[in-house]
């Protein structure tokens, strides 16, 4: 199947300063990627779809000014929060799509801000 | 709007005890529904897509079977390494780029 990454794993950051995460597709080129945020014991949030070479479509409620999306290549999909708080603790999944509309994931990354 | 709906909310099973996980879909035109493992702090791992009404596939002690308003995952003799969070999600054709609505999710315990 194929391998998406996540980078980094888990993340502590300090409320106010911005964090970065990265989701790349290994073995496969993925011209849309998807992010994701779970809560604990819920089902997966839809935050935005990402298109390579184009402008990140949020879903309704996300702030784009807070959840910054850039997919620079077709291999890889950054998402940075910024101006970091609190509630933005929470576990961020990206995915990417294959040129078969199957959707595989990365590992997920574990925020936490202080 | 696409809806899917997935039952139980949690199953507990004793190892060798053979059951299935349901899923009940809403969707204008399915282009796919698919099944996906989830284990605590981890991201979902991919297992099944389904395309067509009347279509199965099987992967290890794992059998998904798609009608045209339910899909179901049948788990012959599970062990404890099938504990997991299975999500199930559909793709409607009419969407753009691919996007999935998730069900909730069954959680599977089972016991030795």
């Known amino acids: 199947g194929a391998v998406v990454s996540q980078h980094p794993s888990r993340v502590i950051c300090k409320s106010g300063t911005s964090v970065k995460i990265e989701c790349r597709s290994l073995?496969?080129?993925?011209?849309?990627m998807f992010w994701y945020r779970q809560f604990p014991k819920q089902s997966l949030m839809l935050m935005a779809t990402?298109?390579?070479?184009?402008?990140?479509?949020?879903e309704q409620g996300v702030e784009k000014d807070k959840f910054l999306i850039n997919h620079a290549s077709l291999t890889l999909s950054t998402l940075t929060v910024t101006s970091a708080h609190p509630e933005d603790s929470s576990f961020y999944i990206c995915?990417?799509?294959?040129?078969?509309?199957?959707?595989?994931f990365g590992p997920g990354t574990r925020l936490t801000v202080t | 709007e696409d809806q899917v709906t997935q039952s139980p909310e949690a199953l507990r099973l004793q190892e060798g005890e053979s059951s299935s996980l349901n899923c009940s879909y809403t969707v204008s035109g399915l282009r796919g529904l698919f099944w996906y493992r989830q284990d605590p702090g981890k991201g979902p791992e991919f297992l099944f897509t389904l395309y067509s009404a009347g279509e199965e596939k099987e992967k290890e002690r794992l059998k998904a079977t798609l009608t045209k308003k339910e899909s179901f995952l049948h788990i012959t003799a599970p062990k404890p390494e099938d504990s997991a969070t299975y999500l199930c999600?559909?793709?409607?054709?009419?969407?753009?780029?691919?996007?999935?609505?998730f069900g909730q999710g069954t959680i599977l315990t089972v016991h030795p």
């Open positions: 990402s298109n390579e070479g184009s402008k990140a479509t949020y």
């Open positions: 073995d496969f080129q993925a011209t849309t």
């Open positions: 995915s990417a799509l294959t040129d078969v509309y199957e959707q595989y």
């Open positions: 999600a559909v793709q409607d054709s009419g969407t753009s780029y691919g996007k999935l609505t």
